[in-house]
């Protein structure tokens, strides 16, 4: 083994980011709540579920919001996603660590880099987040 390697399983796909059915709430840790959000991506024919949490989770959310309130075409927001799978003994969730947006429309890339700006520079979730507890499934039934 490699003194530096990773033993985790990382995931890099591209695809359209379905904003239409995201889930954004909070996941309870400890005595702390962290801002979690639940998509899918569509690559090819498939679909795939991820999960964000924390400041990555409120620019998806900006996103998502921004093309909502444009109504864009439904794989209007294309991204390129870098997640790592975290497996437990009968399921595996994608947990995204890293994307990259290719809007074209730069009116809606500009709406949402400007709600984040404003949630990011007064350090506070957005008005309108849900309250409701969200938890990363571990066992599929």
Request: with cysteine.
């Amino acid at each position: 083994m490699f003194k530096n390697q990773t033993h985790y399983s990382i995931a890099r796909f591209d695809g359209a980011l379905l904003y239409e059915d995201f889930r954004a709430g909070l996941m309870t840790t400890g005595i702390t709540k962290s801002p979690i959000v639940h998509f899918k991506v569509q690559a090819g024919i498939q679909q795939h579920p991820a999960w964000v949490i924390d400041e990555l989770a409120i620019e998806i959310y900006c996103y998502c919001r921004a093309a909502q309130e444009a109504n864009v075409s439904p794989t209007h927001l294309q991204v390129s996603l870098v997640a790592s799978w975290i497996s437990a003994e009968t399921c595996s969730n994608l947990i995204v660590t890293n994307v990259e947006w290719h809007i074209a429309s730069k009116a809606l890339r500009e709406h949402a880099l400007r709600m984040y700006s404003e949630f990011s520079r007064k350090k506070k979730m957005p008005v309108d987040w849900p309250d409701d507890i969200i938890t990363i499934p571990v066992v599929v039934r």
